[in-house]
């Protein structure tokens, strides 16, 4: 009787340490790829030789150049690349698209430095950051199975692609979309992370694979936290 408690812990204990250190990895690529992404937007919203590279503006035409426009779509492209070719590409391969994909989506995020003020984007930053957090640990601990919670999430955020299309062409308020974002957004941070934890424990420690899943890993949180952040800097609104 005591050994088998004592093997049950040792596996508990075990598979503790695993799921620590495959989420470390993640969140570290994770912070890794905003970090890139920040300079490089801060970077091309403040130098103008690398920002009239993205945007024209001549008097009579404004908005995306031709590199622009390559440059906007350029991350869903590295997004398709990672996702379907995760199991085949190797490990240096998955790396430098995370990077790329890192890179072009601070290339397209440095107008928001245009559009808002900077106390407005640290304080928008901050707010994203505590609220996907604390629904990341939540993800992380809690023992309830978030799978039909997940599938419910993920039906609103079509509902939610569809509202934006139907939108762009009707016009009118964005207020309540965006809202319904939030609520999304929020709530798949904490179930990719418990998504990403049953994972962890399905794997074996260490290799290229578990390296390949973790930058994975990172690109799903990434993308969620990122989409988070533009929208309650909408919803923040003070445009210059």
Request: one cysteine or more.
């Amino acid at each position: 009787m005591d050994n088998n408690i004592l093997d049950f812990t040792n596996t508990r204990e075990n598979e503790n340490v695993v799921v620590k250190s495959f989420l470390t990895k993640v969140f570290t690529w994770m912070v890794g790829a905003l970090a890139i992404s920040g300079i490089i937007a801060w970077l091309f919203a403040t130098t103008p030789a690398l920002h009239d590279l993205l945007f024209v503006n001549d008097g009579i035409h404004t908005g995306f150049s031709g590199l622009g426009y390559v440059v906007m779509f350029a991350p869903l492209a590295f997004i398709l690349v990672m996702n379907f070719g995760l199991e085949k590409l190797s490990l240096p391969v998955i790396l430098t698209l995370f990077i790329l994909y890192s890179v072009t989506m601070g290339m397209s995020l440095s107008v928001i430095f245009l559009l808002y003020a900077g106390a407005t984007l640290a304080k928008t930053f901050l707010i994203s950051a505590g609220a996907f957090g604390f629904m990341a640990f939540l993800g992380a601990t809690t023992k309830t199975d978030l799978t039909k919670f997940g599938s419910y999430l993920y039906m609103g955020l079509f509902g939610i692609i569809i509202a934006s299309v139907i939108n762009y062409f009707t016009g009118g308020s964005t207020f309540l979309i965006d809202i319904l974002c939030v609520v999304v957004f929020t709530g798949l941070a904490s179930y990719k992370v418990q998504m990403l934890k049953n994972m962890a424990l399905q794997m074996t420690e260490g290799g290229e694979q578990t390296q390949k899943m973790a930058l994975w890993g990172a690109l799903s949180l990434y993308i969620t936290f990122i989409n988070l952040f533009l929208t309650l800097l909408r919803l923040a609104g003070g445009k210059r």
